[in-house]
Antibody
């Protein structure tokens, strides 16, 4: 059974930083591209960032480029999102999502989702 | 700035059929965008319904189907049930690793 468990969220002041983690199990993590998707309170879903299976390629939404960094440790089956220079508008539940078609190098869709971790940016 | 458009809300009668759409602010949606659809109930993570236009995800009942209708991607729900009442999101793949979500459709079954 695929499981994705996020952690690391919390309350942080504007300008602050956090590192979000996503522990993966139930599939061959090292073969699969992964992503972060967020959802502000009462709002829709927003793609944030993606990373290829070997970390060779990373992609970011314009809204977070230069402030967020996605990474992974295939030896620990863990995905990360370093979030810096946080703003009020970054307040959201951050979901870890597995990309489909593992081994293909594609980013066409998400097939499994974690429960999310809440990041609140407020003074 | 690419905007993916969805109906903000839609209603369907129990047992009825509804088609939700996913378009582009500029241009037409084709299979080359690998449209996918996700269902979300309040307080829960999204659930993958459809990917690559019309492939149902594991465990998704065949009441849910995907297609291209005209210049948009479409999600059709036949035999609507009360627990289909929730939010539905489409995603289009723009290339270069970039995915764009639509704003979501709130479906009411009444």
């Amino acid at each position: 059974e695929v499981q994705l468990v996020e952690s690391g969220g919390g309350l942080v002041q504007p300008g602050g930083s956090l590192r979000l983690s996503c522990a993966a199990s139930g599939f061959t993590f090292s073969r699969c591209a992964m992503s972060w998707v967020r959802q502000a309170p009462g709002k829709g879903l927003e793609w944030v960032s993606s990373i290829s299976s070997d970390s060779g390629s990373t992609y970011y939404a314009d809204s977070v480029k230069g402030r967020f960094t996605i990474s992974r440790d295939n030896s620990r089956n863990t995905l990360y999102l370093q979030v810096n220079s946080l703003r009020a508008e970054d307040t959201a539940v951050y979901y870890c999502a597995k990309r489909g078609y593992c081994g293909s190098g594609t980013f066409y869709h998400f097939d499994y989702w974690g429960q999310g971790t809440l990041v609140t940016v407020s003074s | 700035q690419t905007v993916v458009t969805q109906e903000p809300s839609f209603s369907v009668s129990p047992g009825g059929t509804v088609t939700l759409t996913c378009g582009l602010s500029s241009g037409s949606v084709s299979t080359s965008y690998y449209p996918s659809w996700y269902q979300q109930t309040p307080g829960q993570p999204p659930r993958t319904l459809i990917y690559s236009t019309n492939t149902r995800s594991s465990g998704v009942p065949d009441r849910f189907s995907g297609s291209i209708l005209g210049n948009k991607a479409a999600l059709t729900i036949t035999g609507a049930q009360a627990d289909d009442e929730c939010d539905y999101y489409c995603v289009l793949y723009m290339g270069r690793g970039i995915s764009v979500f639509g704003g979501g459709t709130k479906l009411t079954v009444l």
